[in-house]
């Protein structure tokens, strides 16, 4: 699956939708990018933390999985546009029946995986519907 | 430029070689591609092997070495160069061998592929597979092959209408060519309720739209087509070889539905053999799952995107149609090695434009194209060989 | 100066299982729900544990109260089901709220109550100015073994507190506590499930704590329960809270708000705290709260808060106890077994 230093070394970036911002062509990233396609070299990177609502673009549920990800099926995977802008891969925890493309979602701090009994666990971001979810009123 | 042709291949049945190793896959192989074309071992100048994964699958790197040793040619010391791109590496050996000779630096060489896959369980070769994809930011989080491409049908049915009958059909109509191929790993017909009916592996993909874990290796032997006569009375003629790349992960594609690599790569190729889409009489195209058939004849410009779904169905793309597809039965039928399965797809166009392909023969067959891709469209390579 | 509840959040996971159907399994007979007073309990997700939940409710507590997460100088998880046995979940907390990494966390343990103790070591460093604020939290995916009465009422829940001196939501005035050595209920190193005393548990333990704890503020402060508009007392099960009240002078009405056993559980660390909660989703400024906590092993830590102006304005900006208690989603035994990591894979 993963080795500790490979996890910790994105630990921000998972737990908190950290991705970055290209401030001269505007456009953010996440998963991060260290160099902005639109203008590499004269890219101005900086880290921007994404707000974490999005949508479905895309998705399916997953009933066979690698050996790290056999004992969750079935789970739903897609394709989340941020209302920033970028693409990421994500769990989207719901029913396979609930989740649709168009539906919007929200991000939840969940367990992404553990190494075995005895390793450390992987914790990060997965998404939930917001219809049907817990919803605040906000003033 | 020196054109370049193909004078001999081989290939090993395809499937569940439990008794045979990795080594053992490349000597059957390479000894029928080197009596298919009449070159004797002082001859070879130099060796490319396409493999995915040996780490993963038997723990053995330094493939390039393994194979010009397992093959006898250690003593002539052969520069022997294993290439990687997931699934296309096999494509990228052809094209590196065809480079190789078309520069001139070398006469004789051979272009092999090779994936021994069945020494490890499903499940650790579900993850080697995924190592094509991006896997801190899709394979981190649950994401695996056919859930990739699992995601890109949920899209193209949405957009276009696509039906889960027509990834069906795909399947359908491969298993029907696999059945007529002696190689191929699966020799059953299937029907679209049989697919319908077996398990879901990535909704909406089922297990009968994946193409299957498989040990095989295919080998090609090339030489300038000055020079391709001395050998071979049906030497085969490489017009074009093309390579794209496009995003690792799938969820920064400009378009989820369209591999843009393939587009690319499509259009350098028949640039370079200045031909058009209806000069191609067969194509071999990468259909490891059923949707990515249906995106390929799309993307390489057979049909206009979000046709690719009708195109099994209304006989199109079967044997005696406009443009038969994958008539080896394709990585779904035929089976999936993923290092081999690009030399295997130019082993079907040689035996086909040879004439050679028994009762899959497309008539009159004279170009053909083949379509092999990385992960899910991180790496396309496209060859054009004729008659 | 004046210290306290700066703001608060809460998480409850939404699956629920019903106390019949677990009885159903273990042919316990159907009116045990009713001997309880506990009718449903939280479940967990398999992909939440006590660090999870725990960043649900901070993260609930943060935005709840507009803080920014860089002001938190000290944060402290209780809990007795933190999922290393080394490695702190106040780290991953941290980390998850976005603190930035200049504050001091330890995790603590004490059975029910390390929320509370985590309480009033924020309020420690808090009075005495050494820090800004600090994050007090209770978690728990409590474990109780397949058939064993626990299994009833082991739920999972989360509270976590933000302690500060500006902007208070409610002021805590004083607090005492209760402590002794009674092995009512424990779980030894390494071992999956708790042991306990059966009936032991009541009396020397949960009795003998609340009421002490209870008694000796209200003696240290010169209070009386008419002087509290609501009280909360921990929740291991929907009899014992009810009871203590009763035998204490406090009435059903004062601790109607806060009782949220009945369709949670108990929450074990989350459990007073989530009580807390729910009363000051409801509370008006100037009205007091009587909070009494129990961890066994045994202790009891006994607060007195007064509600302030502050808390009208913060409230509806995070989800209410209620909200939680009311979107759930049912599971049957074998799902619920599942979920809580009962199958030996
Ligand atoms: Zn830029």
Known sequence: MSTVPRFWRHISQRYNLVGTHCSKCDEYYYPPRTICPNCRRTAQMEDHKFKGKGTVITYTTIYNATDDFKRQTPYNLAIIELDEGPRLTGQVICSPNEIEIGMKVKPVFRILGKEGDRGIIYYGTKFVPVEGSVQPITL | ?387 | MPAGIVSYGVYIPKYRIRAEEIARVWGESEDIAQKLNVFEKSVPDTDEDAVTIAVEAARNAVKRGFVDPARIDAIYAGSESHPYAVKPTGTIVGEAIGANHEFTTADLEFACKAGTAAVQACLGLVTANLIDLGLAIGTDTSQGAPGDALEYTAAAGAAAYLIGRENLAAEIEEFYSFTTDTPDFWRREGMPYPEHGGRFTGEPGYFKHVTSAAQGLMKKMGTKPEDYDYAVFHQPNGKFPVRVAGQLGFSKDQIEPGLVVPWIGNTYSGSSLIGLAATLDVARPGERIFLVSFGSGAGSDAFSIRVEEGIEEIRDRAPRVRDYVENVQYLDYAVYAKHKGKLRL
């Open chain 2, 1 to 387: 430029m020196r054109s370049v042709s193909i004078i001999g291949a081989g290939c090993t049945r395809f499937g569940e070689r439990w008794e045979d190793s990795l080594r053992d896959l490349v000597v059957e192989t390479g000894i029928m591609a080197l009596e298919d074309s009449n070159v004797s071992g002082e001859e070879i100048d130099g060796l490319y092997v396409g493999n995915m994964s040996g780490g993963r699958f038997v723990e053995q790197e330094h493939i390039g070495a393994l194979i010009s040793d397992c093959a006898g040619l250690s003593r002539l010391h052969v520069p022997s160069t294993r290439v990687e791109a997931a699934c296309a590496s096999g494509g990228l050996a052809l094209r590196q061998a065809v480079l190789a000779v078309a520069s001139g630096y070398s006469d004789v060489v051979i272009a092999a592929g090779v994936e021994k896959m069945t020494d490890v369980t499903g499940g650790v070769a579900a993850d080697a597979l995924a190592a094509a994809a991006d896997r801190e930011w899709e394979c981190f989080f649950g994401a695996t092959f056919p859930a990739l491409y699992a995601m890109i049908a949920r899209l193209h049915m949405h957009r276009y209408g696509t039906t889960r009958e027509e990834l069906a059909q795909v399947a359908v109509k491969n298993h029907h060519n696999g059945s007529m191929n002696p190689i191929s790993q699966y020799q059953m017909e299937i029907t679209v309720e049989k697919v319908l009916r077996s398990p879901l592996v990535a909704d909406p993909l089922r297990v009968l739209d994946c193409s299957p874990i498989t040990d095989g290796a295919a080998a090609v032997v090339l030489v300038p087509t000055k020079i391709a006569h001395k050998y071979s009375d049906a030497p085969i003629k490489i017009l074009a070889t093309a390579q794209a790349s496009d995003t690792l992960a799938l969820h920064d594609r400009r378009n989820i539905t369209t591999l843009d690599a393939t587009v690319h790569a499509a259009k350098k190729a028949f640039g370079q053999a200045g031909l058009e889409r209806k000069d191609i009489d067969l194509a071999e195209v990468h259909d490891a799952f059923t949707i990515g058939e249906i995106a390929a004849i799309e993307d390489l410009g057979f049909v206009e995107k979000g046709e690719g779904g009708k195109a099994a169905e209304e006989g199109l793309t079967w044997i005696g149609g406009k443009l038969p597809i994958n008539t080896s039965g394709g990585l779904k039928a035929c089976g999936h090695p993923v290092g081999a399965t690009g030399i295997k797809q130019a082993y079907e166009m040689v035996l086909q434009l040879r004439g050679e392909a028994g009762k899959r023969q497309v008539e009159g067959a004279k170009v053909g194209l083949t379509h092999n891709v990385g992960g899910c469209g991180g790496t396309a390579l496209v060859h054009i060989l004729s008659r």
